[in-house]
Antibody, heavy 121, light 106 residues
Framework: QVTLKESGPGILQPSQTLSLTCTFSGFSLSTYGMGVGWIRQPSGKGLEWLANIWWDDDKYYNPSLKNRLTISKDTSNNQAFLKITNVDTADTATYYC?????????????WGQGVMVTVSS | DIQMTQSPSLLSASVGDRVTLNCKASQNIYKNLAWYQQKLGEAPKLLIYNANSLQTGIPSRFSGSGSGTDFTLTISSLQPEDVATYFCQQYYSGNTFGAGTKLELK
């Protein structure tokens, strides 16, 4: 059974760095072809893809946010991470992590429940 | 960047109706397209991948078609539990989601 769960700070102030953790089970990021992605959704709005990381530590970022994003993984502990630097109110959203089942087709087949993050002074 | 345009943004239909949702890519993405269903307060759920492959466990009333730039999600007979917002996603180059189609009951 594949499950993912996001965790984060809940609330943080503008200019701070947002650190998110995705803890998963039922698959391994050391398995050939496997990946994890991060997606966010402001309340009442659409989905925005942020970044993907692959089994071989290859990484892809949304070009519009690339200079603020860092994705990483801890294969031994079944975790993936996302850092967003210099946050502002526009980064307020629910953040999801999701599994990518195969390298050649980066769709998301299992999603976490999401974690709400509020940026406010 | 590849842009994804969904239409309509809001669709009202009756139980039992055949419903068609559209998604258009700004350039050729071949069949690198997925469809997701998101119910209020829940995470998105994968329905269709590779434009026309039904994800395991998804009812057969859902189907996807298209290739290149034009894609369609069809619900053959709308059920009350299908009320949701539907998103398309391209994965040919990076990832991009459409803005969504909100499906409600008439």
């Amino acid at each position: 059974q594949v499950t993912l769960k996001e965790s984060g700070p809940g609330i943080l102030q503008p200019s701070q760095t947002l650190s998110l953790t995705c803890t998963f089970s039922g698959f391994s990021l050391s398995t050939y072809g496997m990946g994890v992605g991060w997606i966010r959704q402001p309340s009442g709005k659409g989905l925005e893809w942020l970044a993907n990381i692959w089994w071989d530590d290859d990484k892809y970022y949304n070009p519009s946010l690339k200079n603020r994003l860092t994705i990483s993984k801890d294969t031994s502990n079944n975790q993936a991470f996302l850092k967003i630097t210099n946050v502002d109110t526009a980064d307020t959203a629910t953040y999801y992590c999701a599994r990518i089942p195969i390298t050649i087709a980066a769709y998301f087949d299992y999603w976490g429940q999401g974690v709400m993050v509020t940026v406010s002074s | 960047d590849i842009q994804m345009t969904q239409s309509p943004s809001l669709l009202s239909a009756s139980v039992g109706d055949r419903v068609t949702l559209n998604c258009k890519a700004s350039q050729n993405i071949y069949k690198n397209l997925a469809w997701y269903q998101q119910k209020l307060g829940e995470a998105p759920k994968l329905l269709i991948y590779n434009a026309n492959s039904l994800q395991t466990g998804i009812p057969s009333r859902f189907s996807g078609s298209g290739s290149g730039t034009d894609f369609t999600l069809t619900i053959s007979s709308l059920q009350p539990e299908d009320v949701a917002t539907y998103f398309c996603q391209q994965y040919y180059s990076g990832n991009t989601f459409g803005a969504g189609t909100k499906l409600e009951l008439k």
